[in-house]
């Protein structure tokens, strides 16, 4: 049985601000760093290397990624005046940049520069070494490694913050081997402590529950993953890696969509393409373009999933011959994308070239997740072609790897075709004593999963749209009725456009509207009818 969150000791209101207002407040000391550093005079901060070595730190902070790459290049151009510890200090900073542009090659061009830490660094130079290589190992597929660069940091006494920030590292490398019972006790540990603890930088928190989503969702507990993500959206985007948003936002847009809440799924998966492209972060787009395919195909929309595809195509035609990491990865969804239009075409055979040797790859390079998947949609193509005795070996050998590893969304939602699968199985008695009552729970956790996709509609003036509308909708709905467009909103509420736009979504999805005017004639409507019941 799984453990539920702890529930948090309440505090004095005196003993700390919120969360976001720490956030502000972290965020409003350094833009006022910066802000001192730019006043000085222009040749005195060009002299002073270090000066310009804060200013990029202050950069790649506030996520001012452009303007980082410059100062690096300017920097880099005048070797001759950096000393070796500042030079050390401008590695860090490059593969800081790669890990935010999620460029593992980038690492791994700058591994020996990273690994030749000078003896007198700093606990900063000490994490940093350890967090990006680690990074990097892990979406090289090389797991043991990434831990013990973990480790090894660990050990020489780093600040509170940036152990954290390794434990959710270490955390991920469990959950990309799909090892997800390790990966959510050192992912829940490490949120928990964040959040107790006032030092700690809100980013870290963010980090943790963006990557402790993934865990919960796969284990089925979805709106748990829903609401653990909800409240951390724009913190999330502003202060985490890449790998924890991608992670928190596709297991959101599931979450909504298993939920029956379809306009809110697609709004959190658009956000998601916007982060990606606003970033220029591909393998993030790939993702959001794979789960977009994935949906128009089960609602047997093929020309927009075809569509899809070719964008898929392309992305990977950018990343040809990239190697492992993210480029690989890039290839990976792409030939998720291509089984699944061979499975939809009935195209078994073609299915089964693509999955064979991507199958063994996964199992190669410990990625037992994606290997179990893999194995699995192999039993649903050799059943296609009925060939029963190879679908039941299949089917045999992602039950006994699911089991192990404790997965169940990868495999439902792989096809509404899996409950069918595991029910026949069961019928036969093809499945011994442990795998059956496995194969069980993954049969009510799709039966249940079902019930919940139907929501019922509220009725009109019944209340009940009314009170699903969230405090901070109702700002957002109450600023569109002055005409409002979504980026004076933006900056009225202090968040993004693609934050409003979001919202807007939400709420469209929860009065039964499509755009903006209905959605304010429809919440005066309903206020209006709620006023003599509240009188």
């Not at 940093?128 to 490694?145: K, P, Q, S, T």
């Not at 039941?392 to 997965?407: K, M, Y």
Request: aromatic share 4%.
């Amino acid at each position: 049985m799984r453990c539920r969150p702890a529930t948090r000791r309440p505090r004095p209101t005196s003993w700390r601000p919120s969360r976001p207002a720490c956030w502000r407040a972290a965020r409003g000391a350094l833009s006022q760093l910066a802000g001192l550093v730019h006043r000085l005079p222009a040749e005195q901060v060009r002299q002073r290397i270090g000066l310009r070595l804060l200013l990029a730190n202050l950069q790649l902070y506030a996520r001012n990624l452009d303007a980082l790459e410059q100062s690096l290049r300017e920097i880099e151009a005048e070797q001759e005046a950096i000393d070796a510890r500042q030079r050390y200090r401008l590695t860090l900073l490059r593969g800081g940049l790669a890990l935010q542009r999620d460029d593992t090659n980038a690492v791994l061009a700058i591994q020996a520069a990273l690994e030749a830490i000078p003896d007198d660094a700093d606990a900063y130079a000490l994490a940093g070494r350890g967090h990006v290589l680690a990074w990097m190992h892990m979406n090289r597929g090389e797991f043991a490694r990434a831990r013990a660069v973990l480790a090894d940091s660990a050990a020489r006494g780093v600040g509170l913050g940036r152990l954290l920030v390794g434990r959710c590292l270490e955390g991920m490398s469990y959950a990309l081997e799909g090892r997800m019972t390790e990966a959510e006790h050192r992912l829940r540990a490490a949120l928990q402590e964040a959040e107790s603890d006032p030092s700690v930088d809100v980013g870290v928190a963010c980090v943790a529950a963006g990557l402790l989503s993934d865990t919960l969702y796969e284990s089925n507990e979805l709106e748990a993953a829903a609401r653990l993500i909800e409240p951390r959206i724009e913190l999330l985007e502003r202060t985490s890696i890449p790998d924890a948003v991608v992670r928190a936002l596709v297991v959101l847009a599931h979450a909504h969509w298993l939920g029956g809440r379809r306009l809110e799924a697609l709004a959190t998966l658009e956000r998601l393409e916007d982060y990606g492209s606003r970033q220029h972060l591909d393998r993030v787009l790939s993702h959001a373009l794979l789960l977009r395919l994935r949906w128009h195909l089960r609602q047997g929309e093929t020309p927009q999933a075809q569509e899809l595809l070719a964008r898929l195509v392309a992305l990977g035609e950018r990343h040809a011959g990239g190697g492992r990491g993210a480029a690989g990865e890039i290839r990976g969804n792409l030939l998720r994308a291509r089984v699944e239009m061979c499975l939809h075409w009935n195209d078994f055979g073609a299915a089964l070239d693509l999955l064979r040797p991507a199958a063994a790859r996964a199992e190669a390079t410990g990625r037992g997740r994606r290997a179990a998947s893999l194995q699995l949609q192999m039993a649903l193509a050799e059943r296609g072609l009925g060939h029963a005795d190879a679908a039941r070996q299949n089917l045999v050998q992602a039950l006994r790897l699911g089991h192990r590893l404790g997965l169940m969304r990868c495999l439902l939602d792989l096809s509404l075709e899996v409950a069918q699968v595991l029910q026949a199985a069961l019928d036969e008695g093809a499945l011994d004593p442990v795998l059956g009552f496995y194969a069980q729970r993954l049969l009510a956790a799709a039966q249940q999963t079902q019930q919940r996709a139907q929501p019922p509609r509220p009725a009109a003036g019944d209340g009940s749209a009314l009170d699903s509308i969230s405090e901070r909708e109702r700002e957002v709905l109450a600023l569109v009725a002055q005409a409002m467009p979504n980026k004076k909103i933006a900056r009225v509420l202090g968040v993004t456009p693609h934050t409003v736009k979001w919202h807007l979504r939400k709420i469209y999805g929860k009065l039964g509207v499509a755009e903006r005017d209905e959605a304010v004639a429809r919440m005066r409507d309903l206020e209006i009818r709620e006023s003599p019941r509240a009188s």
